[in-house]
């Protein structure tokens, strides 16, 4: 074969490759419309198997409307970047709900209709000072029937709960009927009037985080029968509830009804005469129990015993001094000492308790105890009165000697209970407080069903100060959470709802990545910064010293006028602080094109690396059999 005749061939082998390689790239698109790869570490961009359960569930369709102001936002690169952060997550649970999500991407312009029905839905525009016109960065939501459900706004340190955060807006379109949870409370979690302050409280974070969730029923702290439509009891704080109110109760529980039950041996957040009181300092006599009914399901809880915990303390301000102390009685309880195969618990953080009780399960019990939330072997239960109106949490490390082995704190019971009334309903009766007109179930000596009790030993550990902190972003509420406490609740009641799938989605870690490249640019850049603005500042500082010197030694020192010198020192003055602006804009701009271009030069290797390995690999092929041929 001739030289001219194997260029030929090689030029043709090289324009069928051409032709080859773009028709793969048109039927890939069509054949395989909607199928991804998601090839970040830890899968970033893949749906949790909680997620896609909910999708699928999904039966009508549902319209989701993404607004965000695209024009407005060209001088806030951060929030454009969460923006399609956010705007990515949505499509891929459009193409996960096998259309049953419809999404719309509205820009809302100033005194558009958009921005009329962006308002409408009560979704919040912000300033951000890059443009004077409010920013939208919100979602709407209608399913078929008319509800609506919103995310006022998308705040960027609110990124590690965006799935979540948009999983619970379409479970709540797809599932209107929200479960019924009846609240049995001692304490006010709903607000109250606070009168030292002559304003209402609001209502707790877990109280506000449940109702977005569950219908709440308040059924109060005396009653007879259980409502038919409840299906979990949320009971918090039980002190000194009648016989008559245990035993609805326990006739609850016998006919399959599930129960999240906090008790406490001193809840220092139940008490009027607590208020206003340093934290680590609690009252006494604020303790709660079931006795009735947790003897008779075969529980041991003691009022009269908080666990202490030597390698768990946390660190409290008391008050007294500027000082943090380690409280033997606040436990920071980690993921060491939480069951990691329970759905309530499974990859949740550290939650915070404040003088916990001790769980057991009594010798003569059949029920099956799975212990949920455990002290460190450096424990030891305490007896409660040395945690009431404690000055000095130090004193209670005076003699401490550890127990040697894991406390129960929190723990699930399951399996056939033994009603705590053998011999049936007690003969006192007592008035409803509430209007209910059902009549009481027949009565069950033992459970119908396997029970699902979920019983916690700290009431504290559900108030604010022990795992949020609320903080106002541009008009917004927005709860920051420094514990998993919130989490912890809201799974339980989930999981004793039977609706389970939100947890999973809520389990998931920050998708926030480090990019040091972009982070070293960055940190060199503000460190020219900072190195530019004080020499800005010494010059002006000298320039003034120097103006000082000037209109002291002035002859004239009544007149208002500017000597030649003082003028041409003003003016050199400007210049070096226009000089000095501008270097500042030139390192910004520096700044950005570093960063251009490395966001350049990774699209060129992520998109065009590929190919062109492939190309030269195919090449080197036809090159080999080439060189194989015989001449």
């Known amino acids: 074969m001739s030289t001219q005749s194997q260029r030929r061939l090689g030029a043709s082998g090289l324009l069928l490759l051409a032709v080859a390689f773009i028709a793969a790239v048109i039927a890939s698109n069509q054949l395989f419309k909607g199928v991804r790869i998601d090839l970040t570490e830890n899968n970033l961009y893949t749906l949790s198997d909680g997620t896609r359960r909910i999708l699928q569930s999904i039966d009508e369709p549902i319209n989701l409307y993404l607004y965000y102001s695209d024009q407005a936002t060209e001088g806030a690169p951060s929030l454009r970047d969460y923006a399609n952060r956010v705007r990515e997550m949505l499509e891929e649970f459009a193409t996960g709900s096998r259309g049953k999500l419809r999404l719309s991407v509205i820009d809302p312009l100033p005194f558009s209709e958009e921005e009329d029905r962006a308002a409408q839905f009560g979704l919040q525009g912000v300033q951000f000072g890059v443009t004077p016109d409010p920013v939208y960065l919100g979602l709407a939501g209608t399913n078929s029937i008319g509800d609506e459900e919103i995310i006022p706004f998308f705040p960027p340190d609110r990124e590690a709960f965006l799935e979540y955060d948009l999983a619970k807006l379409v479970s709540t379109l797809a599932n209107p009927e929200r479960k019924v949870i009846g609240l049995v409370s001692g304490v006010s979690m709903a607000g109250r009037f606070d009168p030292q302050s002559q304003r209402m409280q609001p209502s707790w974070v877990v109280y506000q985080q449940a109702q977005q969730l569950f219908e709440i029923r308040n059924l109060g702290t005396s009653f007879e029968v259980v409502p038919d439509e409840v299906g979990v009891l949320w009971i918090v704080q039980p002190k000194n509830l009648s016989n008559a109110t245990q035993y609805a109760i326990d006739q609850f529980v016998m006919h399959g009804g599930k129960a999240l039950i906090f008790v406490d041996p001193v809840a220092a957040i139940d008490a009027a005469s607590a208020e206003g009181m340093p934290q680590g300092m609690s009252p006494i006599g604020q303790a709660s129990d079931l006795p009735l009914l947790f003897d008779g399901w075969g529980m041991e809880f003691s009022t009269t015993e908080v666990v202490a915990d030597a390698q768990l303390a946390l660190a409290i301000n008391t ?92 723990a699930r019971i399951s399996g056939i209970l033994p009603s705590a009334f053998p011999d049936g309903a007690p003969a006192v009766s007592i008035e409803a407080e509430d209007d209910s007109d059902a009549a009481p179930a027949e009565f069950l000596s033992a459970s119908s069903e396997p029970a699902n009790l979920i019983v916690v030993t700290d009431v504290d550990l559900l108030s604010d100060a022990m795992w949020v902190q609320v903080q106002s972003f541009f008009g917004q509420q927005i709860a920051n959470s420094f514990a998993s406490n919130g989490a912890f609740v809201i799974n339980a009641l989930e999981s004793l709802t039977g609706s389970t799938d939100l947890i999973a989605v809520r389990s998931r870690g920050s998708f926030a990545r480090p990019f040091t490249k972009v982070d070293e640019l960055r940190a060199n850049a503000e460190a020219r910064f900072r190195e530019t603005e004080q020499r800005l500042q010494q010059e002006l500082a000298e320039t003034e010293r120097r103006l000082g010197e000037l209109q002291s030694s002035r002859e004239d020192t009544g007149s208002l006028l500017l000597t030649t010198e003082q003028q041409a020192e003003i003016d050199r003055f400007v210049d070096q602080r226009a000089s000095i602006r501008k270097e500042l804009r030139a390192v910004q701009r520096g700044l950005d094109e570093d960063i251009e271009n490395l966001g350049t030069w990774l699209k060129i290797i992520n998109i065009g690396l590929v190919p062109l390995l492939l190309t030269l690999a195919v090449l080197f092929v036809l090159w080999r059999r080439r060189q194989r041929e015989p001449a």
């Open 319 to 410: 008050g007294f001094s500027n000082r943090p102390a380690r409280h033997y009685g606040y436990l920071g309880i980690g993921a060491d000492h939480m069951n990691s195969s329970d759905v309530v618990t499974a990859e949740l953080g550290t939650i915070n308790t404040a003088m916990a009780g001790r769980l057991k399960l009594a010798d003569d019990s059949n029920a099956t105890f799975e212990p949920l939330l455990t002290s460190s072997p450096a424990s030891r239960t305490m007896p409660a009165e040395r945690f009431s109106f404690l000055p000095d949490p130090s004193s209670l490390q005076d003699g401490f000697v550890p127990g040697g082995e894991p406390l129960v704190v929190a």
